[in-house]
T-cell receptor, first 112, second 117 residues
């Protein structure tokens, strides 16, 4: 799986959009970008994934650059409950029954 | 669905004692994973099963650790004897593991916080 690079930490004001970047310059054509988050004292939680098109669900939006070397997770209206560590993970399409490889992630602090 | 269920939520034991962590995956899921999280090493895989068969146990620290999955609805992670450096949060996760399916979400339990004194 391709390596990812994320900022260590970010702050965001409550109610504003949180934009979390991820670099994955060695991503291959068969690899998807996944985002998980871990709220304090809980297990990681799936947020969203994508291949090359932008994706949106009830939790967030995922913007992937045209060259696919980077992506941004967007939480449109961050709340205090979005304070968590966010992990960007690159995986092959057929790796569904294999483990996730977690990096250090980005610690997002949403401030009132 | 109740999600992935782990027990106990907290375990405090003394060095040398046997510890057994338990996991009930989501019904219908055929892949189960045990992860460990520490401040120093982050989240790392210990072992995982597909269709109750252990596939990769290279993350198991040493022979003191063992894991079983006797059926599709139950798995255990045992540490015998336990040591202070085993103190961590242990997570169990499960997924449907569909071949060729991109959206194979892993669902995590709430974890077991283990303290070995």
């Amino acid at each position: 799986d391709a390596k990812t690079t994320q900022p260590t930490s970010m702050d965001c004001a409550e109610g504003r959009a949180a934009n979390l970047p991820c670099n994955h310059s060695t991503i291959s054509g068969n690899e998807y970008v996944y985002w998980y988050r871990q709220i304090h004292s809980q297990g990681p939680q799936y947020i969203i994934h994508g291949l090359k098109n932008n994706e949106t669900n009830e939790m967030a939006s995922l913007i992937i650059t045209e060259d696919r070397k980077s992506s941004t997770l967007i939480l449109p209206h961050a709340t205090l409950r979005d304070t968590a560590v966010y992990y960007c993970i690159v995986r092959y399409r057929n790796s569904g029954n294999t483990p996730l490889v977690f990096g250090k992630g980005t610690r997002l602090s949403v401030i009132a | 669905d109740a999600g992935v269920i782990q027990s106990p939520r907290h375990e405090v034991t003394e060095m040398g004692q046997e510890v057994t962590l338990r996991c009930k995956p989501i019904s219908g899921h055929n892949s189960l994973f045990w992860y460990r999280q520490t401040m120093m090493r982050g989240l790392e895989l210990l072992i995982y099963f597909n269709n109750n068969v252990p596939i990769d146990d290279s993350g198991m620290p040493e022979d003191r650790f063992s894991a079983k999955m006797p059926n599709a609805s139950f798995s255990t992670l045992k540490i015998q004897p336990s040591e202070p450096r085993d103190s961590a949060v242990y997570f169990c996760a499960s997924t449907k593991g569909l071949a060729g399916e991109a959206k194979n979400i892993q669902y995590f339990g709430a974890g077991t916080r283990l303290s070995v004194l």
